[in-house]
């Protein structure tokens, strides 16, 4: 039997998004490198009083789905259906075997949910069936036929309504296996027209929903506004034995020697893995995987690099940039540089165009220059809250 969980987020992202233009849905559109649907999801999970997240997408977005939600524990997708609000009924009945008492339904689309608005709502769940953030309309209301102002409406005791809206959960299933037939704007009016009792809380400016391109500028600008850039760097040495390929940067390379190390030895990797950390304040390399520990021993690079990105993102932060130099005489590195780039790209779930690789020689000089052991520096800029 699963574990049952006092309260399940429903995170509905099967819309196509595609008033904010420029092809990708809204939902999978960059806010400062990260997903708007990942900062919801976020939000979602750092929250306490929240158990597994539940989140809706229309199959057709199913990669892009994956790779937003890279190294995430979230539940199995549901494929929404051809309403918002049949992929809320999917949603609703795919949580059916973890028998939640609550659960709260949020838009994909409104990233900067505070954690005062879910706990409001959940407090008030325990008094009323459900609960929404809400806050008054602010401008004067006109109503507008074919262009012209026909009508002043009247505003008082108006409010818009936000999300997430929370429910008990046997409640809003009922009530929307009831309304399948049925159209409405929103998961409460569907509460509403079973009469359940829908109280309101207090919502915030900060929880707008993204619509169009100007929202999304908006976004940027808030987030910019809201994170700090932070650059680390860092520098690894390994010295060659006896072998027939290197590691460097994730990629094979056939050599005549092998780099001695208690892992697999990626210079590259390792240094980034030290500039990320770096950047972050989170100790170093040999904090996180000591080379004493034997489970380490043999380990492939590529885990110590993701485990920085987690913890990075475990902040709240994303990685903006990376930039690694590889110090050697040999092996050549110019033929293999895109595969290293594309290799981080894919570990660190950043866009291609953000990762840098280069290479020198010392002219001889130095270790390098002897060809005893390769080097590798490497800087990296984070962008935390």
Same mark, same amino acid.
């Given at each position: 039997?699963? *574990? ?29 490198? %990260? ?7 976020? +939000? ?10 539940? =989140? =809706? ?6 990669? &892009?789905?994956?790779?937003? $939600? ?8 549901? *494929?929404?259906? /051809? ?35 879910? *706990? ?14 809400? #806050?008054?309309?602010?401008? *004067? #209301? ?52 079973? !009469?359940?009792? $829908?109280?309101? =809380? ?6 707008? %929903? ?21 650059? !680390? /760097? ?11 390929? $290197?590691? #460097? ?9 092998? &780099?001695?190390?208690?892992?697999? +030895? ?36 590529? =885990?110590? &690099?993701?485990?920085?990105? %987690? &913890? $990075? ?73």
């Amino acid at each position: 039997m699963p *574990t049952r969980h006092d309260c399940i987020a429903i995170i509905v992202a099967a819309g196509q998004g595609v008033r904010a233009g420029k092809g990708l849905p809204k939902q999978y559109r960059p806010l400062l490198g %990260k997903p708007v649907l990942r900062w919801a999801i976020e +939000a979602a999970r750092a929250h306490p009083r929240l158990g597994a997240i539940q =989140v =809706v997408i229309a199959e057709e977005h199913a990669n &892009l789905y994956a790779d937003a $939600v890279a190294d995430l524990d979230l539940l199995p997708p549901v *494929t929404g259906g /051809s309403t918002r609000q049949a992929s809320v009924l999917h949603a609703l009945e795919a949580v059916e075997i973890f028998d939640p008492h609550a659960v709260l339904i949020h838009d994909a689309a409104r990233p900067f949910v505070s954690a005062e608005i879910i *706990t409001a709502v959940c407090t008030a769940l325990g008094q009323h069936d459900a609960a929404i953030p809400v #806050l008054p309309v602010a401008d *004067t #209301l006109k109503q507008v036929t074919q262009g012209r102002i026909t009508r002043t409406l009247p505003r008082d005791g108006l409010h818009s309504a936000q999300t997430p809206q929370g429910f008990r959960y046997r409640a809003i299933l009922e009530a929307h296996r009831a309304a399948a037939g049925d159209h409405f704007t929103d998961d409460a009016a569907i509460a509403e027209n079973a !009469g359940l009792s $829908v109280v309101g =809380v207090e919502g915030s400016r900060m929880n707008f %929903k993204l619509t169009t391109q100007e929202d999304l500028m908006i976004a940027e600008r808030l987030l910019a506004s809201r994170s700090v850039p932070r650059t !680390g /760097s860092g520098f690894d040495v390994h010295r060659f034995c006896a072998g027939d390929h $290197v590691w #460097l940067c994730g990629v094979e390379i056939p050599h005549d020697q092998g &780099l001695e190390g208690h892992s697999d +030895a990626d210079v590259g990797l390792h240094a980034l893995t030290d500039a990320i950390l770096g950047a972050a304040a989170l100790g170093d390399i040999g904090q996180h995987f000591p080379p004493s520990d034997p489970n380490w021993k043999g380990a492939s690079s590529h =885990v110590f &690099l993701a485990h920085a990105a %987690k &913890l $990075v993102r475990g902040r709240g932060g994303e990685i903006g940039n990376v930039d690694i130099t590889i110090i050697c005489e040999r092996p050549k590195v110019s033929p293999h540089r895109d595969a290293m780039a594309r290799r981080i790209a894919e570990i660190l779930h950043i866009d291609r165009d953000r990762v840098s690789v280069k290479a020198t020689t010392t002219e001889g000089l130095g270790f390098t220059g002897r060809r005893e052991g390769i080097a590798a520096q490497a800087t990296a800029t984070v962008i935390l809250p």
